[in-house]
T-cell receptor, first 111, second 115 residues
Framework: KAGVTQTPRYLIKTRGQQVTLSCSPI?????VSWYQQTPGQGLQFLFE???????NKGNFPGRFSGRQFSNSRSEMNVSTLELGDSALYLC??????????FGPGTRLTVT | DQQVKQNSPSLSVQEGRISILNCDYT??????FLWYKKYPAEGPTFLIS?????DKNEDGRFTVFLNKSAKHLSLHIVPSQPGDSAVYFC??????????????FGKGTLLTVNP
């Protein structure tokens, strides 16, 4: 059974640009959550999508957005990038319980 | 306001001995707890979980204990192996029977198991 896949794995952008990250869930998993990991703040919840609807949202500015497609694949977008957005972005998927399974992450560097 | 706290940033143990990783929480609405293990440049890997209706859950070398009155949980690894060296994250959820499965994570404990 294939795991959670995230693309791209590494990305370098400059301030002011925008970026789109992609996550493909484990087959049968309809929920996709996104997290940001930084050395100072640890793992922080961004948002969760289920059946193409955002169900939960963390405390991040509106520059961070996401969407989910009918095949459960999800994308997150960050607009007007800031240096502080440099982080590992992780997506996690689950079927219908609490146990979330994480992808390898996308390492975003903003210069 | 850190709702899930892992007060030990690091822990070092000898191979074959017990590793005990601790986690405290403040939100009494949390009713499900999970432990994840993370290697550098990889996503967290789910290890073991426990519902608030239990006080212990065991899976092979891994046992999680929950003390609801103290709002404390711990992960025991016995015996510890060098391959267990990683960052361990404690996470909590207040979804219960509802749909809120947002996980709140602690900042992690780096476990080093020395041969």
């Amino acid at each position: 059974k294939a795991g959670v896949t995230q693309t791209p794995r590494y990305l370098i952008k400059t301030r002011g640009q925008q970026v789109t990250l992609s996550c493909s869930p484990i087959s049968g998993h309809r929920s996709v959550s996104w997290y940001q990991q930084t050395p100072g703040q640890g793992l922080q919840f961004l948002f969760e999508y289920f059946s193409e609807t955002q169900r939960n949202k963390g405390n991040f500015p509106g520059r961070f957005s996401g969407r989910q497609f009918s095949n459960s694949r999800s994308e997150m977008n960050v607009s007007t990038l800031e240096l502080g957005d440099s982080a590992l972005y992780l997506c996690a998927t689950r079927r219908d319980n609490h146990e979330q399974y994480f992808g390898p992450g996308t390492r975003l560097t903003v210069t | 306001d850190q709702q899930v706290k892992q007060n030990s940033p690091s822990l070092s143990v000898q191979e074959g001995r017990i590793s005990i990783l601790n986690c405290d929480y403040t939100n009494s609405m949390f009713d499900y707890f999970l432990w994840y293990k993370k290697y550098p440049a990889e996503g967290p890997t789910f290890l073991i979980s426990i519902s608030s209706i239990k006080d212990k859950n065991e899976d092979g070398r891994f046992t999680v204990f929950l003390n609801k009155s103290a709002k404390h949980l711990s992960l025991h690894i016995v015996p510890s192996q060098p391959g267990d060296s990683a960052v361990y994250f404690c996470a909590a959820s207040d979804g219960g029977g509802g749909s809120n499965y947002k996980l709140t994570f602690g900042k992690g404990t780096l476990l080093t198991v020395n041969p």
